[in-house]
């Protein structure tokens, strides 16, 4: 956010005490004593659907079972060899969706084993104390370029890095982790998490980190092809949906995920602007965020306008319900008809009320509402920026506006590899991320040793 000037968009709403407060763990970390008591509520089922249910299939049951005799570090290195970001998926899971849903105690007693939080407490003991549990193969004298340094791409290097062959990270921004870094919310990872587990993975050795150099600006696949024995993509998604108004390029509408890389890069939250009344757009995980973290800064009324209904809202009814805890409004049915402005400002956006029929359709009602704001967050999904990454589109296969894979995580050239955010029928989740990486990571290697 730009301007500052403005008296309802300010910094300093509430001191960094209350600050401080407002953004501390959100799921704080168990003790040893409620660990063991956790550990214990497992049923350690065969063919446990929770790991059926885990995108990188984490044996559950097992490293639960190694917590109980108190082998905490067999039970991180069974969660880590799975997932090499076993310690964030622990923080920002929606476990509520995935192995926790799954879990055997939730359908019994709607009271799940509390997986993450055993996950969490497991793996933070190692990465405390940097024991590396893994050790590299001998080196294959292969080198692979990846390209990019959020999950999908560190999960890559580090499993490549593992079966011997020298990686080459290459990252447009200041510091690896991606969104991990830059985008997830500030209270789910305290304490420059995602920085501490980045250094983690890369102790492995064999990985050799280039930032602030891009695909499209620096270099071009082509280039990478002929220089490394293979290429992992893995450059998220760098822009936003537009609103799709008349004038929505005014002050006062801004890019979400751009305002969330602010505050968790910010040195003192406080100093960030934040409005008196927020409006947010959306319905995912990006509108939760910025909705929640802008009512932890201290704006009044925050917002959120949604176009569907419930069920339709990519959050999950567990962010839904904590968002609406934390104080943020959430209407539904509402899809922005046209701003409000005062000069060059956003002051507002004029709704129309909408419903959906028996297929699904959306329609407007042609009734309307007017929401008052000083700052509007665009959330409503991101896409690939094809236009900044040179002619990358131009000599892969593009499904909907991805790169397309087939199940290994390999693209329609037959040396280049993605996964994350930017491949197609993907899931846009960390943990999802992680699961490409080490896919691809393992079908790159079994092509390196043909
Ligand atoms: C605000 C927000 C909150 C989220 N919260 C959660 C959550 O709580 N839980 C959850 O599971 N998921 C969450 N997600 C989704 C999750 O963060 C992503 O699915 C995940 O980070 C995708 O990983 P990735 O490696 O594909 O991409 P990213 O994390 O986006 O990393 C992409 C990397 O590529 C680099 N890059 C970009 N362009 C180029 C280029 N041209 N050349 C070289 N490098 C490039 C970037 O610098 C970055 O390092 C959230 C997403 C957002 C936006
Ligand atoms: S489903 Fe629940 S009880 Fe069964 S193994 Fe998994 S965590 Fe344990």
Not at 27 to 42: F, H, I, S
Not at 109 to 121: D, F, S, T
Not at 363 to 391: M, R, Y
Request: proline fraction near 3%; charge should be negative; charged fraction near 25%.
């Amino acid at each position: 956010m730009t301007d500052k000037s403005q008296a309802d968009i300010a910094p300093k709403r509430l001191s960094d005490a209350e600050i401080e407060s407002n953004f501390g763990d959100m799921n704080p970390p168990l003790d040893r004593p409620e660990a063991l008591v956790e550990a214990d509520r497992c049923y350690f089922c065969f063919d446990a659907p929770c790991t059926t249910a885990c995108p990188t299939g984490i044996d559950i049951p097992g490293f639960i079972q190694k917590i109980r005799s108190d082998n905490i570090k067999g039970s991180a290195h069974t969660i880590l060899r799975e997932n090499i970001m076993g310690g964030m998926c622990a923080r920002v899971c929606p476990t509520e969706v995935l192995c926790e849903e799954a879990c055997v105690r939730e359908t019994l007693e709607e009271k799940p084993v509390r997986i993450g939080l055993l996950q969490r407490y497991a793996t933070d003991a190692i990465y405390k104390s940097k024991l590396q549990l893994f050790e590299r193969q001998p080196d294959s004298g292969k080198r692979v370029a990846v390209v990019g340094g959020g999950p999908a791409s560190l999960s890559c290097a580090h499993r490549l890095a593992c079966l011997g062959h020298q990686v080459t990270v290459l990252n447009a921004a200041e510091k690896v982790g991606g969104l991990n870094e830059y985008g997830i919310a500030a209270y789910k990872t305290i304490d420059n998490f995602a920085a501490a587990e980045a250094e983690y993975i890369l102790s492995i050795g064999g990985i050799e980190v280039r930032n602030n150099v891009s695909l499209g600006t620096d270099f071009i696949l082509e280039e990478l092809r002929g220089e490394y024995d293979a290429v992992f993509l893995g450059f998220g998604m760098g822009g936003v949906n537009e609103l799709g108004m008349e004038n929505d390029q005014v002050d006062g509408i801004v890019d979400a995920v751009e305002y969330i890389s602010e505050l968790r890069q910010a040195d003192k939250m406080s100093e960030l602007p934040v409005g008196r009344k927020v409006l947010v757009i959306g319905g995912g995980m990006t509108a939760i965020d910025v909705a929640v973290q802008s009512k932890r800064l201290g704006a009044e009324e925050v917002t959120i306008a949604y176009r569907r209904g419930q069920e339709q809202m990519g959050a999950s009814q567990h962010e839904q319900d904590f968002a609406q805890k934390s104080g943020v409004n959430i209407r539904r049915h509402l899809a922005p008809k046209q701003l409000l402005l005062d000069g060059n400002r956003v002051s507002g956006i004029e709704f129309e009320y909408t419903k959906v029929d028996a297929a699904g359709k959306l329609s407007g009602t042609g009734d309307t509402c007017a929401v008052e704001s000083d700052v509007v967050f665009k959330a409503i999904g991101q896409k690939v920026l094809w236009d900044d990454l040179g002619n990358t589109a131009d000599i892969l296969d593009i499904e909907n506006g991805r790169i397309g894979v087939d199940v290994n995580r390999k693209t329609s050239l037959p040396d280049v590899w993605a996964g994350g955010d930017c491949i197609s029928g993907g899931e846009d989740l960390t943990v999802s991320a992680v699961q490409d990486g080490k896919l691809a990571g393992m079908d790159i290697d079994r092509f390196l040793r043909q």
